[in-house]
């Protein structure tokens, strides 16, 4: 893509922008949001939100990234220059995320490893995967496996084949995760998960639960990181922008949707009533699925199956996050790629080890109940990314002016359906609500108030 050659067509670019999108996000983060915030209730803000904002963000942004040519960095500073820092915050972010996004890749291919072995009863067992996570060599292990993995691919620079592969793999993947959600419902007290999942009880709408809805949502759609400005300076304006936005938003929150179908439920069968499991947090995954398939005929095989396209799915959002930290350090001090990759790929070594062992040995680390790889994520999706996010309205509300993203959407055939409730949202609805909620989360973390 160094050429800025352009996405041949509009499916190409959807294509690649929600091949970037999708990832553990969806299939591990969504569903242990889901279950921990009160099932309907955090849906349903997420879908709120993925409508006003997330719709909103992602035109700004993709908007922003074709009408300079330019990725994130460069392209706030090129537009007005005391914006500069925007596009260094936005860069912090995915260094924040690759390293734990990576401790997880690597749990991803244990259980690959697992499976493949015939382990399927054994990785259903009760303590299974808190015995995995608290040791010490095995997790650091597979994280580095999956690190080195991510690092050979980008060093290699092999990504366009892997993305081949991911894209025949993510069709497979929806349909195994219909297969294994619609197996899952059939199961002694699942409907009781199922009507968790989607009712939404307004009584427990809390400010941490919209922020924890609102991270979320920039975590899998891959926005206030400067992603999708790099994705949109590779778009062509023949390319309908909002149609195109519609359309990976869609892909994106269903899939969230079908992993929430696939894990919440079976949480309730396998709990017998336990309401406690709901908040297992990072965990949940791989403490149910494995029930499920143990549980399922063939279950050994689908399991396997599963875990590959998982692994697939997250070494594209992976390679991703390593190549964008990468570029932005080889323009900042031009360095060349080789060195700045084994670089990168150190750094994230380092970085990710006190997320792998906060489960262990480093388990009295622990602020507010979280552990080092929960804080690593509270930091990066709901202080950072808010603070870039408001930011961003800021800057296309009043410094380049709504109209200027409006010109850009209106390229192709002169509409912008949205056009209103864009302006609305970037310049008022978005920077407001994204104080509020900011400050009533640092609040509560100080123990001021609690809303
Ligand atoms: N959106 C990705 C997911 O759902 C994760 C992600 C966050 C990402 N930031 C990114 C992927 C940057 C690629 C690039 O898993």
Redesign the pocket.
């Given at each position: 893509m160094k050429d800025r050659s352009n996405f041949s067509n509009k499916l190409g670019f959807v294509l690649a922008a929600a091949g970037?999108?999708?990832?553990?996000?969806?299939i591990w983060?969504f569903p242990y949001l889901a279950a921990k915030y009160g099932g309907g209730t955090f849906l349903l803000i997420y879908l709120i939100l993925a409508v006003t904002f997330g719709f909103t963000l992602m035109i700004a942004e993709i908007a922003l990234g074709r009408k300079t040519g330019i990725s994130a960095i460069g392209a706030f500073k090129s537009l007005d220059r005391r914006f500069g820092f925007l596009g260094f915050l936005a860069s912090l972010?995915?260094v924040i995320?690759f390293p734990y996004?990576s401790v997880i890749g690597g749990w991803v291919i244990k259980y690959f490893a697992v499976f493949v072995s015939g382990g399927v009863q054994d990785a259903a067992g009760d303590t299974y995967f808190t015995d995995f996570i608290s040791g010490t060599m095995q997790p650091i292990g597979w994280f580095l496996l999956f690190l080195g993995l991510t690092a050979i691919v980008v060093l290699c620079g092999v990504e366009k084949g892997i993305e081949k592969v991911s894209k025949v793999m993510m069709p497979i993947l929806v349909v195994l995760t219909i297969i294994i959600a619609v197996y899952g419902l059939t199961l002694e007290g699942a409907m009781e998960g199922l009507v968790y999942y989607i009712q939404p009880h307004m009584a427990d709408v809390s400010a941490k639960t919209i922020l924890a809805a609102m991270g979320q949502l920039f975590?899998?759609?891959?926005l206030a990181?400067g992603?999708m400005i790099t994705y949109g300076s590779y778009m062509k304006k023949e390319n309908h922008l909002e149609s195109s936005v519609r359309q990976i938003e869609l892909f994106?929150t269903g899939i969230a949707f079908l992993a929430g179908l696939m894990i919440i439920p079976a949480v309730f069968a396998f709990s017998g009533g336990d309401r406690s499991a709901l908040s297992a947090g990072p965990g949940l995954m791989f403490m149910t699925l494995p029930k499920v398939f143990a549980s399922m005929k063939f279950g050994g095989v689908i399991g396997t199956i599963f875990f590959v396209l998982v692994f697939f799915?997250?070494l594209t959002?992976?390679i991703?996050?390593m190549e964008?930290i990468v570029s932005v350090f080889m323009d900042k001090f031009g360095w060349t790629r080789r060195f700045t990759g084994i670089l990168v790929a150190i750094l994230a070594a380092v970085m990710g080890i006190p997320s792998s062992l906060g489960f262990g040995s480093l388990s009295f680390i622990s602020w507010m109940g979280m552990s080092v790889l929960d804080i690593m994520d509270f930091v990066s999706n709901s202080v950072l990314m808010p603070i870039v996010a408001f930011f961003t309205c800021v800057f296309v509300g009043f410094i380049i002016k709504p109209k200027a993203i409006a010109d850009e959407v209106k390229i192709t055939d002169g509409k912008f359906k949205a056009e209103k409730m864009f302006n609305v949202v970037i310049k008022w609805v978005a920077p407001i609500f994204l104080v509020l909620i900011l400050t009533s989360s640092i609040a509560s973390a100080l123990g001021i108030f609690t809303l």
């Open positions: 970037s999108a999708v990832g553990l996000g969806n983060r972010v995915p995320i996004y975590y899998s759609m891959s990181m992603i994106d799915a997250a959002s992976a991703s996050l964008t």
